[in-house]
Structure formats: structure tokens, C-alpha cells
């Protein structure tokens, strides 16, 4: 969430001036036209990332603990469910953004 439109108003006994709130949201409107897109396919490939890291971070702790690096269970046991929780909600995603496609397909024009 962008605040610095926030920290830039002008204010008037601690109320900010319909002036300054005009401009501001003219300014934020200007920025807004490419920057919704970019913003969400950029928070997208964040977590899938994310996601990846969790996987490896899973995978590099079953191995550890099949060679005997490692006897701890808890460690291992916070890296599968992280794992399967941040997959869970990547997919989830993804058939979210397929189904909305899809509705996008069908309108009639």
C-alpha cells in the first residue's frame, strides 16, 4: 500500500485542506494508469517465489534429515506444512485468476 500520497498533504489544524487533497488525488491518478497492473503482477511472481523457497527450504530439510544431518523433527515438520500451505494458496490463486478469465471469455459484445 503506497502512503506517500498521505505524508504529502497539507494541513490545516491537523485537517487536510480540500486543496491539497485535489491535487494529490489528481497526481495518484496519474500514477495509478500502469502502475495496478504492475503492482499485482509484481506481488504475484513475490509469491510465487516465495513459494519456491518454501518448496526448496522443505526439500532441503528432508534430505538433511534422510542422510542423519539432523534429528530434529520440528524442523523438518514447519518446512513441510509451510510448504504445502504456500503451494495450497498459489494454486488457489491461480484457479481464482483461470475462473475469472474464463467469465472474461465468455461476455457477449
Known sequence: MDLSAITSLQKVDGV????????????????????????????????????NSYLSDAEDEEIKFALGETDNTHDLTIALQKASTALQYTVAIRDK??????????IQI
Do not use: C, H, R
Open 16 to 51: 487536510p485542506s480540500v486543496g491539497s487533497m485535489t491535487g494529490v488525488l489528481a497526481e495518484k491518478d496519474k500514477k495509478a494508469d500502469g502502475t495496478l497492473f504492475d503492482t499485482f503482477l509484481n506481488t504475484a511472481i513475490d509469491n510465487i517465489k516465495t513459494t
Open 97 to 106: 485468476l483461470l475462473e475469472a478469465y474464463k467469465e472474461i471469455m465468455q
